[in-house]
């Protein structure tokens, strides 16, 4: 996702210098990103250069040709705490301990997670939620809460069926509909005192295909 207030021109000299320098190893000249970029002067690149500096974007060190430098990103670790039902619900012991085990530590730029805390990550099982291109093997990145509005996809717990299920929530009279985004399956009802949101998804790993 774009950054704001980053223009086109910016975002292309960001991926023109880091192609470059991941292809020979070194950073680019100004003239080189002028070219690159077909920019109509060296003037031009300063000022974007200056301007991706002030945001923490690149480093440069003025007295060194080919010093630019991309800023590394903030790396977080979040716990990958096993895996949620994007289809039926599974049956899991209590809320305390569905999530208790932590299966391994995924390490995430903040941009992923959106600088967001209290960040943990389940793997799908189940394609309820294809249509919304989160499929089987996905893993989610989830923010603990408990609260959530209509249409956002939540990890939701539910008291009666002791069973966690990872749908969008819609709050109607009488009850709340559980939606997958699957269009071959059906909205789970149930009444509201029978569902306490657990975490909200703020971000979807893709599984790769080999």
Known sequence: MRKP??????ESILKFIQGFIDEKGYAP????????CNLSSTAVVQHHLNILEREGRIHRDPGVVRSIQMAEKDVVEVPLLGAIAAG??????????????????????????????????????????????????????MEAT???????????????QQEVTLKKIYR??????????????????????????????VAVLRRLEL
């Open 29 to 36: 000249t100004v003239r080189d990103i002028m070219k690159g």
């Open 88 to 141: 039926k619900p599974i049956s899991v012991p209590s809320s305390e301990s569905w999530a208790s085990v932590v299966e391994e530590t995924l390490k995430l730029t903040t941009d992923i997670v959106r600088n967001k805390g209290n960040i943990y990550a389940l793997r799908v099982k189940g394609t309820s939620l294809v249509d919304a291109f989160i499929d089987d093997g996905d893993i989610v990145i």
């Open 172 to 201: 109607e009279p009488e009850h709340i509909r559980l939606q997958p985004a699957n269009s071959e399956m059906k909205p789970i009802y149930t009444r509201p005192e029978n569902v306490e949101v657990q975490g909200k998804v």
């Open 146 to 160: 408990q609260t959530a509005e209509d249409g956002e996809m939540v990890a939701v717990w539910l008291k009666d």
């Open 5 to 10: 207030g980053i223009s086109d021109t910016r």
